[in-house]
């Protein structure tokens, strides 16, 4: 089964940076299963619908971004480290929200398949 946490949630003023991380871990193969999916962020905001923030291909080549991101925040990977992160500069008060990593099989780069969930880390960006 795999695993996802993240870490680097917090409360930051607009106009600030934050980096958000996942570590992915799955049992005897970790060191493994990350390479095998792609990864992604997305975010729910309280009282709206989770939504697409990011997303990474296994070769790191492709990325996706949502209109709202894009140009303000990065997403990466490190496979030697099972980690994703999501960089995220001139933070907004509309980006507050619980920001979640996801894996996802990969059918073509661009095309996934969601299939593991972490619990979540929450960003509060205050005006």
């Known amino acids: 089964q795999v695993q996802l946490v993240e870490f680097g949630g917090g409360l930051v003023q607009a106009g600030d940076s934050l980096t958000l991380s996942c570590t992915v871990s799955?049992?005897?193969?970790?060191?493994?299963?990350?390479?095998?999916?792609?990864m992604g962020w997305f975010r729910q905001a309280p009282g709206k619908e989770r939504e697409f923030v990011a997303s990474i291909s296994r070769s790191s080549f492709v990325t996706d971004y949502a209109d709202s991101v894009n140009g303000r925040f990065t997403v990466s990977r490190d496979n030697g480290k099972n980690t994703v992160s999501l960089q995220m500069k001139s933070l907004r008060p509309e980006d507050s929200a619980r920001y979640y990593c996801?894996?996802?099989?990969?059918?073509?780069?661009?095309?996934?398949?969601?299939?593991?969930w972490g619990q979540g880390t929450r960003v509060t960006v205050s005006s």
């Open positions: 799955g049992g005897t193969f970790s060191s493994v299963a990350m390479a095998w999916f792609a």
């Open positions: 996801a894996c996802a099989v990969e059918h073509s780069p661009g095309s996934y398949e969601w299939k593991y």
